[in-house]
């Protein structure tokens, strides 16, 4: 949570040095009240959000990349596929949604997406960097500790209280 705090300190800073203009030329444009209304629901004060670069996209790209990056190291890509496919389809709906509601451009949403990505990234290097396991969200689990279905197999049954004669 320390290293997502990070990236989400940084996104609003870089985010609060782009201009607002009414032109796409360089900055965000400026919202129409029906993207005010749809665009800024939750936010910690009266002036509209708190960044211009967009915190869910900063979220989405910062925990795909530190899940990731311990998924790889550990070896488990197989026992992870839903992560692999549910993250990008939050990411593309969630650009999607920003883009269609006027609340965000597609190079804003970007930006938002590659420094969570970059400080997820990081975080998790810095993590496994310190040798303890129980920091990572893995607790470095290996492919032996995952369970398995298992395999059929023929038991032979016998009434209780017949037992084998040794002969």
Same mark, same amino acid.
């Given at each position: ?17 782009? $201009?607002?203009?009414?032109?796409? &030329?360089?900055?965000? %444009? ?14 910690? +004060?009266?002036?509209? $959000?708190?960044?211009?670069? $967009? ?5 989405? +790209? ?15 890509? &197989?026992?992870?596929? $839903? ?18 509601? +006027? ?8 930006? +938002? ?10 975080? &998790? ?7 303890? &396991? ?15 279905? %298992? ?7 016998? %009434? ?8």
């Amino acid at each position: 949570m320390v290293g997502l705090l990070i990236a989400a300190v940084i996104t609003i800073l870089l985010g609060n040095l782009i $201009p607002n203009t009414s032109d796409n &030329a360089g900055g965000i %444009p400026v919202q129409s009240e029906y993207a005010k209304t749809k665009c800024n629901q939750l936010t910690l +004060g009266a002036d509209g $959000p708190i960044s211009k670069l $967009p915190l869910s996209q900063t979220v989405f +790209g910062y925990t795909i990349a530190y899940l990731s990056y311990f998924i790889s190291i550990n070896n488990l890509q &197989a026992q992870n596929i $839903p992560t692999f496919i549910l993250f990008p389809i939050l990411i593309v709906a969630d650009m999607f949604w920003s883009t269609t509601n +006027g609340c965000s451009t597609s190079i804003m949403l970007i930006c +938002g997406l590659i420094i969570g990505l970059i400080f997820g990234t990081l975080w &998790a290097m810095i993590i496994e960097s310190t040798n303890v &396991a129980d920091l990572s969200y893995f607790s470095g689990i290996s492919n032996k500790d995952v369970c398995s279905r %298992p395999t059929k197999s023929l038991y032979k049954c016998r %009434p209780v209280g017949t037992a084998k004669t040794a002969k």
